[in-house]
Structures are given as C-alpha cells and as structure tokens.
C-alpha cells in the first residue's frame, strides 16, 4: 500500500525485494532490480551512500570489502571505505562474481541507475546508509532523486519512500523534502511514545520483525501509520507477519512471499 496517512481498511501486503531479489542475485546490484522485477515484487528497497567526488551510490557496507573485488584491485587502500574512493574507481570494481560467477561483470550502480532500472516496474524504499558519514547528504540525495523524470513519477504515484535507522537524519531530511513520505526503522521494539512521536511527521515505522509483537502492529495502525517489517526470509515468519496484517514485509526472497499471498 502506498503510505497513508489516514488510518482505515488497508490492501494486500507489499511484497519488498531487501536490496533487491538478494537471496538470487548479488545484493544492490542492477540484476537484483531485475530479477526483484521478475520476481513481481511491489516495492524495491536499497542502500545508499556517497563516493569521494560526491556521486551518490548503492552499496549496504560502509566499506567496498564484502560485496566487491575491491581487496584485489586496491590492496593498499585498506580498509576500503566507500568515501575514500571516486565514482570512476567504484566503477572498475566487480560487484558480482563474489556471489556466483554467473554474475561476474556486476557493476556498483548510481542512485540514478538504479532508480531508471526500477522505473514504473516498481515502488522505491530507499535507505540511505550511515548518514551521519555524509554531511549533507541530505541535500545531494533531495537534489539528485528530483533531477530524475522517472523519480517524480514514482513521487506522483504513492511509490517512494525514504527510510533510515538515524531518526534525527531522516527528520532534517523530511524538513527538506516534506512531500516525499518516510520511514522510521527500529532494530528494536518501538515503544507507544516513539510511534506516538513517529506519527508526528513520518508515515512509516519498519522494525525488524523479531522484537514485535500483534499489540506493535495494532500500535502503529491506531497512530494512522504504515508499518513494515524486515528482513523476513523464513517462510513462517511471514506467515506470521502477514497474519498480524502488516502493510509491507522485507525480504531476500520476494518469490517466496508472493507464493506464499498466492496460495493463501
Ligand atoms: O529495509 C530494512 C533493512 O534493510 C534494514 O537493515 O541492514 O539490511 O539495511 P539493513
Ligand atoms: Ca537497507
């Protein structure tokens, strides 16, 4: 469902492909859109962050090291922060054979990359990473995502969403871009004040689903806000969050959960 503010009878769970379709296809990457697309999720979510020269990137880690050969390619420039290297560096980086060397060739996208490859297939939930790093990345990533026709596109139509685990962050960032709706994540439980506060100014609190209970749910709900939860790969662990009627459920494995609305 597209972010509401107004509580009331709400449509099937959002299908949300974490990092794209992550369990099939190296996480972040353009085959992860596709496949996330394939996969007929509702809403793609990803992770953003800043490279030296100021190029807004899609990438989880802080540091290149997991998700890409960057060990091989700059061994002397550990410990391999993402903002130590330019976009152009980035670029030369296989982001894909790490996974399964059918993918070898994977490229680090762009924010813009990434989002013209979801275009109209899909709505966007956008992370950015570790703001605290970036000072105003606040102001590149608003700058940036309203240079793209197929952005405000997804804006017009209910489709985007910008989340963040730094709540003061994400509250300057709303400031700046008060029509694009947002998120609260919670590695925690959100108490009854911190949804009373959420509802306040944002439109979504996504906790990660362990700590939460149906009262979490029905919490968020009676505050008009949507809520969806993260990351749920187990097959009845979204049995259980659908049963609790959640708005969206995060996943590495989109097929999974669609067969899962399919079948009932
Ligand atoms: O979408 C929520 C989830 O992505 C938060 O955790 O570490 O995978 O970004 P993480
Ligand atoms: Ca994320």
Redo the contacts with the bound molecule.
């Keep these: 469902p597209a972010a509401s503010a107004a509580p009331g009878p709400r449509p099937a769970v959002d299908v949300i492909a974490?990092?794209g379709s992550s369990g099939a296809a190296p996480e972040n990457t353009l085959a992860a859109v596709k496949l996330a697309i394939a996969h007929r999720s509702d809403v793609v979510?990803n992770?953003i962050q800043r490279t030296k020269d100021g190029e807004l990137v899609i990438m989880?880690d802080t540091t290149l090291a997991r998700t890409t050969d960057v060990e091989q390619v700059f061994p002397d420039r550990a410990p391999w922060n993402v903002r130590d290297f330019t976009l152009a560096e980035i670029k030369r980086l296989d982001a894909g054979a790490w996974f399964a060397s059918e993918f070898k060739g994977e490229r680090v996208p762009t924010l813009a990359e990434w989002v013209n490859a979801v275009g109209r297939q899909a709505g966007m939930?956008l992370?950015p990473?570790a703001p605290e790093l970036y000072p105003g990345i606040e102001t590149d990533l608003d700058k940036e995502l309203r240079s793209l026709p197929v952005f405000d596109h997804a804006l017009r139509s209910g489709r985007v969403v910008v989340?963040s685990f730094n709540h003061p962050w994400l509250r300057a960032y709303k400031d700046l871009a008060p029509d694009v709706p947002v998120g609260l994540?919670f590695s925690n439980k959100p108490t009854e004040a911190d949804i009373a506060a959420a509802a306040t100014w944002a439109q979504q609190v996504?906790p990660a689903l362990g700590p939460i209970d149906q009262a979490t749910v029905d919490q968020v709900h009676a505050r008009g806000l949507e809520i969806h939860v993260?990351?749920v790969n187990a097959g009845q662990d979204m049995r259980r969050a659908i049963g609790w009627k959640v708005d969206g459920v995060?996943t590495n494995y989109p097929q999974v959960l669609r067969d899962i609305l399919q079948r009932g």
């Design positions: 974490h990092r979510e992770d989880h939930l992370e990473k989340q994540l996504n993260w990351t995060i």
